[in-house]
């Protein structure tokens, strides 16, 4: 990717955490991207065009999290997470970090996803990015309880990822502080493997989940 | 309430959901309520002030969907919902309807609470809105899982809304679809109460969860 359209991609970012979708304006992004406005429209032919490229590019930037993690522990000498399960704990806590690039990218995606509510040109690729993002949990959750369900790890995960927006929105508007958020997502993470746990020892092949009809 | 200070802000959350907090121009809402700007002003003093009575004004409106459907349901004849469990799950899936109404609160409820990403003045009311409505989570919570401790019922809360939260936001974006949205919701009442019970079984009185580490 040229550097001129990886500047572009990360001031759009910018642009939309701090004035959501509605007031992402191409004359202010070409002024913080320090481009002219033909660059742009060169780029990602229309508004449609670069606001999708802007969302693929704030979810690969924050699955880089976890590989960047995992460079500063092997270049300090800490010691990497070990363990499935402290795996899945350390790729979604990172999520929940007062750094500033975690702050942009998090308020950036909860913009994008909100102007699909009454614009529909974004929803695929949300969904799209979704989808990926539960199917990779899953996986992790997979390898710590490798005997549930296909089905019942994937509602696990769907559960964790939607749980982690919620939280995060709380979060960075200040209604939530950082760390009672980071005790209630490694809390859910617990309560969720205990869940898939007592899956497999009911041997619920289906992965239907216990009915809470039964438990009142 | 004087029916035109409703007017407004009725109108207030409608223009709210449509098109943000930063897109809230007193010009546009005075002619969606129907009412000059003057008395917008009158009623409300600024903007901060017409701000928080919005806020005040959808949180109040989701409140009333419980209470709606239990007129309804007698009404109409139909069985209440019985028990706490159910009544739980009512209030909490009553916000994951496909209804006009249901819709707008939920999104002007995400723009209000975006809004306080970058300006504090709302974040006072969020967090006292939030910390009630947790409150009232934890005391359903309470009645299905009479003891199980205190901190273990609120932590249960604050898991439960903020899914919901998520939960909402995807559906409303088109992410996810509503019949997900519900089922995900409802196994995760489960979930959390399965896993209030072994708090009680394990007599933890500290309400310390159950710590992840034990389980890889």
């Given at each position: 990717m040229s550097?001129?359209?990886?500047?572009?991609?990360e001031?759009?970012?910018?642009v939309i955490a701090r004035r959501g979708v509605r007031g992402l304006r191409v004359e202010e992004l070409a002024v913080e991207a320090g481009v002219s406005k033909a660059l742009i429209y060169?780029?990602?032919?229309?508004?449609?065009?670069l606001l999708r490229r802007t969302?693929?590019?704030v979810n690969n930037r924050a699955e880089r999290y976890t590989a960047e993690q995992s460079a500063v522990d092997a270049a300090t000498g800490a010691a990497p997470a070990s363990g499935p399960l402290r795996q899945l704990?350390?790729?979604l806590l990172l999520e929940l970090q007062d750094l500033p690039?975690?702050?942009?990218?998090?308020?950036?995606w909860g913009e994008l996803r909100a102007s699909a509510v009454f614009d529909p040109e974004l929803r695929g690729e949300l969904a799209l990015a979704s989808v990926i993002w539960v199917r990779e949990v899953a996986d992790q959750l997979g390898e710590v309880r490798p005997t549930a369900p296909e089905s019942a790890l994937v509602a696990s995960a769907e559960r964790?990822?939607?749980l982690l927006e919620g939280l995060s929105a709380r979060w960075l508007s200040g209604i939530l502080p950082l760390t009672d958020a980071r005790t209630r997502m490694r809390e859910a993470i617990?309560?969720?493997?205990?869940?898939?746990?007592?899956?497999?020892?009911d041997r619920s092949a289906d992965g239907t989940p216990t009915s809470p009809n039964k438990l009142d």
């Amino acid at each position: 990717m040229s550097d001129r359209r990886t500047a572009i991609l990360e001031a759009a970012a910018t642009v939309i955490a701090r004035r959501g979708v509605r007031g992402l304006r191409v004359e202010e992004l070409a002024v913080e991207a320090g481009v002219s406005k033909a660059l742009i429209y060169y780029h990602f032919e229309d508004r449609t065009g670069l606001l999708r490229r802007t969302l693929a590019f704030v979810n690969n930037r924050a699955e880089r999290y976890t590989a960047e993690q995992s460079a500063v522990d092997a270049a300090t000498g800490a010691a990497p997470a070990s363990g499935p399960l402290r795996q899945l704990e350390q790729a979604l806590l990172l999520e929940l970090q007062d750094l500033p690039h975690v702050r942009e990218n998090s308020t950036a995606w909860g913009e994008l996803r909100a102007s699909a509510v009454f614009d529909p040109e974004l929803r695929g690729e949300l969904a799209l990015a979704s989808v990926i993002w539960v199917r990779e949990v899953a996986d992790q959750l997979g390898e710590v309880r490798p005997t549930a369900p296909e089905s019942a790890l994937v509602a696990s995960a769907e559960r964790l990822t939607a749980l982690l927006e919620g939280l995060s929105a709380r979060w960075l508007s200040g209604i939530l502080p950082l760390t009672d958020a980071r005790t209630r997502m490694r809390e859910a993470i617990g309560v969720e493997v205990a869940h898939l746990a007592g899956h497999t020892a009911d041997r619920s092949a289906d992965g239907t989940p216990t009915s809470p009809n039964k438990l009142d």
